[in-house]
């Protein structure tokens, strides 16, 4: 920033480490709870899955929420005219700007019945009588959503909608636009980095995939190979994020967090640190991020490396297809690939003609070995899919 309540562009603060040597260790009494506030206390703890099954409670500062917000305000700007939709179930973080966002700015907000995230035909209803201009959706909803007929007329309010929580294909985007005429926004980030940190607005589909797009302010992203140097343009590496945004660490989780958040290779600032995301990306065309996929979604099929994201993306292309998922499973013969896909509304997807174009597109192995046809994928709470609960 320029030293002002408002950041300006794009740049680096780096909030620093507190020293809690000197702090009392009795407990927290009224005297605490109505100190004065710092933009390094947290503002609230977030709680996320984890691989062991034990979920990890993120720590965020007041220091990123506020400075996700007033990006957000900066670059998407609300009026008093706008209707903000919340209908995120708060342990979900995109809860936090669906509320707090609105209110900044003296914007109306819309809560949504609780599991109405769920139902489209509930949120068209919405959204027609509440005149809702801005509205959020994970990408498996948004599948959903764009393929209940009601939306072309029940939707003429929205002016934007943002997509975030799983990555947004090129396919799922064209059918947005031919549904819906409000400008579509990509975002991206973990928990771990108080809420989003990169965007890309869509301009056009272009590829498989949606670009995660550029940084968002006082944000730094770094694309690293596994011996932490940065890798070119065009080459696939981590993700690693910087900034006032990244969280404090995990609550009670000292292991974890040293693992996570660990000091930045690159900035040379002494304190500054870096949250590696496990996700892969590369750089693209005009300095924007492509997502590649999830580090841990790389298997290994007959000896080969597969990105399964690659070939979900292939699968997803193929005419009929609204989307889809490859996963990998165990058999006598060994691993293989399955494929679940979910049609287009009113399709009727043909499973031989599905894998014959996906065999024109991938070599052997990354080809799966069947492919199975859903009615609709299983999602979570949060409306994002639920890979555990596919079918076996």
Known sequence: GDGGCLPVGVGFVDVGCVDVSGFSGDPVGVGDRLGVLLPEHAVYVMFTSGSTGRPKGVVVSHAG?????????????????????????????????ELFWPLMVGARLVVADPGGHRDPVYLVGVIERWGVSVVHFVPSMLEVFVGEPSVVVGCSSVRRVFVSGEGLSSVLAGRFAGVC?????????????????TFHVVD???????????????TRVLVLDSRLRPVPVGVVGELYVGG????????????LTVGRFVADPVSGVVGARVYRTGDVVRWGCGGVLEFVGRADFQVKVRGQRVELGEVEAVLA?????????????????????VGFVVGEVGVVVDEVVVLEGVRRSLPGFMVPSVVVVLGEFPVTVHGKLDRKALPD
């Open 65 to 97: 929420v506020v400075n996700r917000l007033l990006w957000m305000q900066g670059e998407f700007p609300l009026g008093v005219g706008d209707v903000v939709l919340q209908k995120t179930p708060v342990s979900f973080d995109v809860s936090v700007w």
């Open 181 to 197: 005429g409000a400008e579509l926004v990509n975002l991206y980030g973990p928990t771990e980095a108080s809420v989003d940190v």
């Open 204 to 218: 056009g589909v272009v590829g498989v995939g949606v670009p995660i797009g550029r940084p968002v302010w006082n």
């Open 244 to 255: 006032v945004q990244v969280a404090r660490g995990y609550e009670g989780r000292v292991d």
């Open 317 to 337: 292309a193929q005419v009929g297809v609204a989307g889809a998922v490859v996963v990998l499973r165990s058999g006598v013969g060994g691993d293989f690939l």
